[in-house]
């Protein structure tokens, strides 16, 4: 009988995190930011959504060794670990997938018409910011 009575109480707690909104927010955005970088990295491969060379700034093609789309490969490969990382590790991943979203932005704001993506992708660097603090604050709760 007791061991009904401390399973309730163990359970308090936990149900008592979940129902916190902002460890809801947490885990929405873990969510988002683990599945939105491996989609679109895996799309790099395939170029179902967009044309993705065409997002690539000329002086960065200019850089980088081969085409475009060879670039696009690399991009669509740290793009999944980025999203792999926020699962796996979200006080990490989180200012990974925010420094990633910096260059992108910077990518962006060289492309004349882009700009609008690029301010997209600023609210994007601030939701991973926000990821990144909250998993810093949900995972020292974890703490014993």
Same mark, same amino acid.
């Given at each position: 009988?007791?061991? %009904?009575?401390?399973? *309730?109480?163990?359970?308090? =707690? !936990?149900?008592?995190?979940? *129902? +916190?909104?902002?460890?809801?927010?947490?885990?929405?955005?873990?969510? /988002?930011? *683990?599945?939105? &970088? @491996?989609?679109? /990295?895996?799309?790099?491969?395939?170029? #179902?959504?967009?044309?993705?060379?065409?997002?690539?700034?000329?002086?960065?093609?200019? #850089?980088? &060794?081969?085409?475009?789309?060879?670039?696009?490969?690399?991009?669509?490969? @740290?793009? @999944?670990?980025?999203? #792999?990382? %926020?699962?796996?590790?979200?006080?990490?991943?989180?200012? #990974? %997938?925010? /420094?990633?979203?910096? /260059?992108?932005?910077?990518?962006?704001? *060289?492309? =004349?018409?882009?700009?609008? @993506?690029?301010?997209? +992708?600023?609210?994007?660097?601030?939701?991973? %910011?926000?990821?990144? !603090?909250?998993?810093?604050?949900?995972?020292?709760?974890?703490? &014993?």
């Amino acid at each position: 009988m007791s061991s %009904v009575t401390t399973s *309730t109480t163990s359970a308090a =707690p !936990r149900r008592a995190v979940l *129902t +916190d909104p902002g460890y809801q927010a947490f885990v929405i955005l873990r969510a /988002g930011f *683990t599945v939105a &970088p @491996i989609l679109f /990295g895996l799309d790099k491969f395939a170029n #179902l959504l967009v044309d993705w060379p065409a997002y690539l700034a000329p002086w960065i093609d200019s #850089l980088v &060794p081969g085409s475009a789309q060879a670039a696009m490969y690399a991009v669509g490969a @740290i793009e @999944i670990v980025a999203g #792999l990382a %926020v699962a796996l590790a979200p006080r990490f991943g989180g200012w #990974l %997938v925010a /420094g990633w979203l910096a /260059g992108i932005i910077v990518n962006l704001l *060289t492309i =004349p018409g882009h700009y609008d @993506i690029a301010l997209r +992708d600023f609210g994007l660097l601030l939701g991973a %910011v926000a990821l990144a !603090r909250l998993a810093q604050r949900y995972h020292a709760k974890r703490q &014993p």
